[in-house]
């Protein structure tokens, strides 16, 4: 057999078995899959924090999901409705709390790293340039309020974000997966309520 036929088909059966491992292994990502993309961000906010531990709801901050196909990354002035107030960690300012009780003073004023990053943006009056975790494609329509008012909950496509100390995609969010959420749903309902979720693909593609 000629050596360069010989090369190819090693070549091509390389390139199988690296395909059939990757899946396995659920590594394999089709193009536009950003399944786990989990960007630094500007300034390090903990969903864990706010919507975990503080039970702060999605819809406080990510108001625009109600009235807008976008659910928009919230402006500084909504986080300024705590952080005027709240300046650095509970656990930081008890500890300054208690060490200006040991030393007869007054607290001092204790600001935390991530959150002067806050207080310099809106000095300058510059936005804070968050990177975009969930896209998609420009041919894929996509409504957040006809979710939110028939009751889809944040999680069904965003996951457990309030277990998340840095948000990352939790779902793959290809066509597939929303093709499939609409059919179950269209058998269960939705928080108690039937609903028709569409599988027409000019419902996403028009």
């Known amino acids: 057999m000629n050596s360069r036929i010989v090369t190819i088909v090693l070549a091509i059966g390389l390139g199988i078995s690296c395909v059939l491992l990757a899946a396995r292994l659920g590594q394999l990502h089709l193009?536009?899959?950003q399944q786990d993309y989990s960007p630094a961000q500007p300034i390090a906010y903990s969903h864990r924090l706010h919507a975990g531990e503080m039970q702060i709801p999605c819809l406080y901050c990510h108001y625009a999901a109600q009235t807008s196909r976008h659910a928009s990354v919230p402006p500084?002035?909504?986080c300024m409705?705590?952080?005027k107030e709240v300046t650095t960690s509970i656990g930081a300012m008890h500890a300054e709390d208690e060490l200006a009780a040991?030393?007869?003073r007054k607290p001092r004023p204790i600001v935390s790293t991530e959150l002067q990053k806050l207080y310099d943006a809106i000095q300058r009056n510059q936005p804070i340039a968050w990177n975009r975790v969930h896209g998609l494609p420009s041919f894929v329509y996509f409504d957040h309020r006809a979710h939110?008012?028939?009751g889809?909950?944040?999680q069904q496509c965003h996951g457990p974000v309030e277990t998340m100390e840095r948000v990352r995609q939790f779902s793959d969010l290809s066509m597939g997966w929303c093709v499939n959420c609409h059919r179950q749903v269209n058998q269960t309902?939705?928080?108690g309520a039937r609903v028709y979720a569409s599988t027409n693909c000019s419902?996403?593609?028009f």
């Open 31 to 33: 193009p536009g899959n």
């Open 76 to 78: 500084a002035g909504v």
């Open 81 to 83: 409705n705590c952080h």
């Open 102 to 104: 040991k030393e007869n």
């Open 148 to 150: 939110v008012r028939v």
């Open 152 to 154: 889809v909950a944040c």
């Open 189 to 191: 309902g939705v928080a």
């Open 203 to 205: 419902t996403c593609h």
